[in-house]
């Protein structure tokens, strides 16, 4: 059973680009969570995804950013207009539920470094 | 809003010696808590779960143990070795998100 995967791994954007990492859930997961993880930070919560719904979005920046997971094909975070500021490691993790005793099963990153 | 602080930020030990990593949050209503592990330019693998109902886990050399009602955690690592240098996070699930404390690093020295 493939864990959850993330891509690509790097990806570099110049100030003003589009960004779009992939991340695909483990087998039997639905639902998709989205963290970033700035230089000398913490991991922080941007977005939980379920099939074609947004469930929380309480940690995505207003502008610029958007979530989606649809009912085919991975999830998809879209970072539109880069800034340098944007440059950070982004997570992705599955889990088969929120119901109290299920994990979250983390994914290796995308590392995007804007210039 | 759920705060979640480790301290020590960075511990370094030589080889053997036993230590344990404390984890604090301010909000008890969780569903569970779970520890890291995170080796740099990496991801995070998962080391141990602890239900909100549970008091301790147990893999290996490693063994967590949970207060809800004082707000926290402690990862004990019996005879650590050189292969354990990495940072260490405590994640605190509350139903839609986790909340991540920014971690201890740990130095293991041979």
């Known amino acids: 059973n493939a864990g959850v995967m993330q891509n690509p791994r790097h990806l570099v954007r110049r100030r003003g680009q589009e960004a779009r990492l992939r991340c695909s859930p483990m087998?039997?997961?639905?639902?998709v969570y989205w963290y970033r993880q700035l230089p000398e930070e913490g991991l922080k919560f941007m977005v939980y995804?379920?099939?074609?719904?947004?469930?929380?979005e309480s940690g995505m920046p207003k502008e610029r950013f958007s979530a989606e997971f649809p009912k085919e094909g991975p999830s998809i975070l879209r970072i539109q207009q880069v800034v340098r500021g944007d440059s950070a490691a982004y997570f992705c993790a599955s889990s088969p539920s929120t119901r109290q005793g299920y994990e979250q099963y983390f994914g290796p990153g995308t590392r995007l470094t804007v210039t | 809003k759920q705060e979640v602080t480790q301290i020590p930020a960075a511990l370094s030990v030589p080889e053997g010696e036993n230590l344990v990593l404390n984890c604090s949050f301010t909000d008890s209503a969780i569903y569970n808590l779970q520890w890291f592990r995170q080796d740099p330019g990496k991801g995070l693998t998962s080391l141990l779960l602890i239900q909100s109902s549970q008091r301790e886990q147990t893999s290996g050399r490693l063994n967590a143990s949970l207060d809800k009602s004082s707000g926290r955690s402690t990862l004990y690592i019996a005879a650590s070795q050189p292969g354990d240098s990495a940072t260490y996070l405590c994640?605190?699930?509350?139903?839609?998100?986790?909340?991540f404390g920014t971690g201890t690093s740990l130095t293991v020295i041979p």
């Open positions: 994640a605190v699930n509350t139903g839609n998100q986790f909340y």
């Open positions: 995804l379920q099939k074609e719904n947004i469930i929380d």
């Open positions: 087998k039997g997961h639905s639902h």
